[in-house]
């Protein structure tokens, strides 16, 4: 059993930045992909972007590319996703979420069998 929880959202204007956080519990974190994906108003869940269990590889949707960083400190079982350059397209609820298995590509969210509880990010104009 894996419990995820998020923090971090809010209310921003566009152009500012956000971290969230995501916090793990209950079995070692280190072992494991984590993903992160968010989901608008109206629109399926969307994958944001991912880190790889031991090599530490990252992966990220087009749209986010150049402005969202993901990082991971297994020490404290916690993932991040630094936020940069927020546009109003950006909001969403992000969900943090463990792969079910460590390989293969991240980007699906039927891949991961784990979630938190999701954080609001909202980017005003």
């Known amino acids: 059993q894996v419990q995820l929880v998020e923090s971090g959202g809010g209310l921003v204007q566009a152009g500012d930045s956000l971290r969230l956080s995501c916090t793990a519990s209950?079995?070692?974190?280190?072992?494991?992909?984590m993903g992160w994906f968010r989901q608008a108003p109206g629109k399926e869940r969307e994958f944001v972007a991912a880190?790889?269990?031991?090599?530490?590889?990252?992966y990220y949707t087009d749209s986010v590319k150049g402005r969202f960083t993901i990082s991971r400190d297994n020490a404290k079982n916690t993932v991040y996703l630094q936020m940069n350059s927020l546009k109003p397209e950006d909001t969403a609820v992000y969900y943090c979420a463990k792969k079910a298995v460590p390989f293969g590509r991240p980007t699906q969210a039927g891949e991961y069998d784990y979630w938190g509880q999701g954080t609001q990010v909202t980017v005003s104009s």
């Open positions: 209950g079995r070692t974190f280190s072992g494991y992909i």
């Open positions: 880190i790889s269990s031991s090599r530490g590889s990252t």
